[in-house]
C-alpha cells in the first residue's frame, strides 16, 4: 500500500503564492516551497517536474480568478466601470 501524502497539491501551490506574493518570483524556490509546508524537496517533484511548473501552475490559477472577477463585474448595472474596478483590484 502506497505512503500517505503528506501534503496536498493545493498546500503546495498555496505556499508557492504566499513565497511569490512576499518575496516576488525569485522567493519561489522547489526548497522554499517544500520546507513550507513541511516536506523535502525531493518530495515536490512528485508534484511537480519543476520550478517552472509550479509558477505556471500559479499563473494560470490567478488567470482564472481574474476571469471569474470580470465576468462578474461584466453582469453589473455599469459593467465597463465595474470590470474596471475588478481588474484593478485584482
Known amino acids: 500500500m502506497p505512503a500517505k501524502p ?3 497539491l493545493a498546500d503546495i501551490l498555496a505556499a508557492a503564492r504566499t513565497l511569490l506574493e512576499e518575496g516576488g518570483a525569485d522567493a519561489v524556490t522547489m ?3 517544500a520546507r513550507t509546508v513541511g516536506i523535502r ?7 511537480f517536474p ?3 511548473s509550479v509558477l505556471e501552475q500559479l499563473a494560470l490559477e490567478g488567470f ?5 472577477a470580470m ?5 453589473a448595472p455599469a459593467p465597463i466601470f465595474a470590470m474596471a474596478h475588478a ?3 485584482f
Open 6 to 8: 503528506k501534503t496536498s
Open 71 to 75: 465576468a462578474e463585474a461584466a453582469g
Open 31 to 33: 526548497h522554499a516551497v
Open 41 to 47: 524537496a525531493p518530495s515536490l517533484y512528485n508534484h
Open 50 to 52: 519543476d520550478r517552472a
Open 64 to 68: 482564472m480568478h481574474l476571469a471569474e
Open 87 to 89: 481588474y484593478r483590484d
